[in-house]
């Protein structure tokens, strides 16, 4: 079934850009995302309510709650069993992908310390010397050199550690470190708690919904606090904390007169000697010889997020648009890490004369170059890869090419620690305004598209709706590629928000949505809402603060969802977990988890109405903190 057909590209995306190049793959009779969303709906409800199960071979069972003789699965398990030991299943999935790419920075901090690795050097000396001061490393009489390894090998230790628990949590406030005492779901190393995870859901272990749904927390924590934090931590370390640049963004960031090299994925490790390579004079001259005016790198999803951040590399899309980057034609070669990358690309790059290449040996594509990077060898593949990516130039076919539109502006670039910076060295003046009401509270929004919501629709409506109601918007990963296109991190921006957001923006200089990296950066917002706690002495459950997945698709997001949650940050959602089969497990999570952690997930598709429940909810905790509330 062709998109054609059943849909229009108006009502799949509401970017512009997305839908003249839908068009042009409906012209081109080019398989997109939404035709095979559409293909496969309605999907099955015992797998969208959790109800299904295929842990083991005496299955697959599923729950019909309409049939007495089908609510136990041949084992025996529940409804309420069978969708915690998914959902915990699901934790554990997005806790070890952040945390895969976590460890990967550790192997890399090691081997530059050891001189292995070419092409990488430590950027941040000081914040190297911070972590390892956070992980009781004495660098007195050290060079970076020396700390690095050190540092890289205690870190190894929170992914399998013999501790008590993972050395960054200390980062959280008092209250919530008590509390997580308290409640036994203090991470004592990240691999444990993944691998836990899967040993409880094995058949005959863990048969407690509520024990399940207790380690879920713990195996989430084990992520933002740990794999996650390690690898935004790393990253700065290793290639620049962030500060405040402008960029570009959309699919008009692709260049018709230059080489268009295509940089997706997550990892920055790959992506970074890619920038390098691709600064060689020789491989400048040799695209001057292909007929090129040049080298032109973008990114999309949250690779792309990592090279916006740190080097102002422009973002040409989000997670449904990484199809359509290939749709333009222009694109000489897409190279990929990991995570979030369709396995459909290598097809449609075959529609072109785009070429497709896998750099992890652990994520390959169909039709896609296996071209594995090693710290050893990086730079040198960098190089090697750039070149091909030249050479193909001249097999552009120029009647397939179509970049729409112009570029939209952009600033992006805040770390905390440029946050800081630019509020002069410390918290009080954000505080203040906080307490003064200007700004009502802040929200994180985060995550994925999903072509089951109008790609991009929910974000914009939202944040629209939360800055026009004085609420500072944090983003990360696609969604701040929404927001980006359609304007918002401009400083004429400022324009669309409250009086009291506006005064603010305008006296510091930010645009009202700030762009605070990927999707494994979220660690930053979880750093900042910590700090804002211990400097008003309180939890951060107490704080006028929440996050918003309103187009997730991932694993990852539902981890994120669930440490935010277990930090005290209520979340919204937009499309529903696969928890509604058990109405105990649903209840807790949308309700109940907010007596035990002071947080919950609240689940709303429609925007409008998840807009003005989060402003609800930011006034309700300004009332409980005693400060001013319009509720
Ligand atoms: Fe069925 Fe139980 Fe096996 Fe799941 S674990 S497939 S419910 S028998
Ligand atoms: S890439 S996890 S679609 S944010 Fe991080 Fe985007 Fe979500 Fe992947």
């Avoid at 927390?217 to 290793?238: C, F, H």
């Avoid at 072509?451 to 944090?474: E, F, G, M, S, Y």
Wanted: glycine fraction near 10%; proline fraction near 5%.
């Amino acid at each position: 079934m062709k998109l054609a057909e059943v849909l229009h590209p108006e009502d799949c995306t509401l970017t512009s850009d997305g839908q003249a190049m839908l068009n042009k793959a409906q012209r081109e009779g080019i398989e997109t995302v939404w035709d095979r969303y559409t293909a496969q709906s309605p999907h099955c409800i015992f797998c969208e309510t959790g109800l299904s199960c295929r842990i083991c071979m005496m299955g697959p069972c599923r729950i019909n709650p309409k049939k007495p003789d089908e609510k136990r699965g041949v084992c025996g398990a529940d409804a309420h069993i069978i969708v915690a030991r998914n959902f915990l299943r699901t934790i554990a999935a997005g806790a070890a992908s952040h945390s895969d790419h976590g460890r990967e920075l550790v192997e890399i901090l090691k081997a530059v310390g050891e001189g292995r690795a070419p092409g990488y050097r430590i950027r941040e000396p000081e914040k190297l010397k911070n972590l390892a001061a956070e992980y009781g490393i004495d660098t007195a009489g050290q060079d970076d050199l020396s700390i690095a390894p050190t540092l890289a090998e205690a870190m190894e230790e929170d992914f399998g550690t013999s501790r008590k628990s993972i050395r960054l949590i200390n980062r959280a406030p008092e209250k919530r470190l008590e509390l997580w005492d308290k409640l036994g779901i203090i991470p004592r190393g990240i691999d444990r708690e993944t691998c836990e995870s899967l040993h409880r859901t094995h058949m005959g272990v863990d048969n407690d919904w509520l024990s399940l749904l207790t380690h879920g927390l713990r195996n989430a924590l084990a992520d933002g606090w740990g794999g996650s934090l390690i690898g935004t931590e790393l990253s700065d370390v290793l290639f620049g904390i962030p500060r405040p640049k402008s960029s570009e963004v959309n699919l008009a960031v692709l260049k018709e007169d230059q080489v268009n090299i295509v940089l997706h994925g997550h990892n920055p490790l790959v992506s970074e000697m890619i920038v390098q390579a691709a600064k060689s004079p020789e491989l400048q001259k040799l695209a001057t010889e292909q007929g090129a005016k040049g080298i032109n790198l973008v990114g999309v999803c949250c690779t792309g997020n990592e090279l916006l951040m740190r080097r102002g590399i422009p973002m040409a899309g989000n997670h449904l648009m990484t199809e359509l980057v290939l749709v333009t034609g222009a694109v000489e070669a897409l190279v990929v890490d990991y995570q979030c990358i369709m396995p459909s690309l290598g097809t449609i790059a075959q529609c072109y004369h785009t070429r497709m290449y896998s750099t992890s040996d652990k994520a390959r594509f169909p039709n896609a170059v296996a071209f594995e990077m090693t710290p050893e060898t990086a730079l040198e593949k960098a190089r090697q890869l750039v070149k091909e990516a030249v050479m193909n130039y001249p097999n552009r076919q120029p009647d397939k090419v179509s970049i729409p539109g112009r570029p939209v502006k952009q600033m992006t670039g805040f770390s905390v620690e440029s946050l800081l910076e630019g509020l002069g060295g410390s918290l009080d003046p954000l505080l203040d305004a906080i307490k003064s009401g200007k700004i009502r509270g802040a929200i994180g929004i985060v995550g994925c598209n999903n072509p089951r919501i109008k790609h991009d629709a929910a974000h914009r409506t939202i944040i629209q709706h939360l800055i026009a109601n004085d609420i500072l918007v944090l983003d990360t990963g696609c969604v701040s590629v929404a927001t980006a296109k359609a304007g918002l991190k401009t400083l004429d921006a400022i324009q669309q928000a409250g009086p009291g957001l506006k005064e603010i923006c305008t006296a510091v200089g930010i645009p009202p949505v700030l762009h605070m990296g990927s999707c494994v950066d979220n660690s930053r917002i979880l750093v900042l809402v910590s700090a804002i706690a211990n400097a008003l002495g309180t939890d951060i459950s107490d704080l006028p603060v929440a996050a918003a997945a309103p187009e997730w698709y991932s694993e990852k997001a539902v981890t994120i969802g669930f440490y935010a949650v277990a930090s005290g940050i209520t979340t919204f959602l937009g499309p529903m977990p696969p928890i509604t089969g058990s109405d105990k497990v649903a209840a807790a999570a949308t309700k109940g988890l907010e007596d035990i952690v002071g947080a919950c997930f609240i689940v709303e598709e429609n925007p409008e109405k998840a807009a003005n429940l989060m402003v609800k909810h930011i006034e309700k905790k300004r009332g409980g903190l005693g400060l001013d509330s319009r509720q």
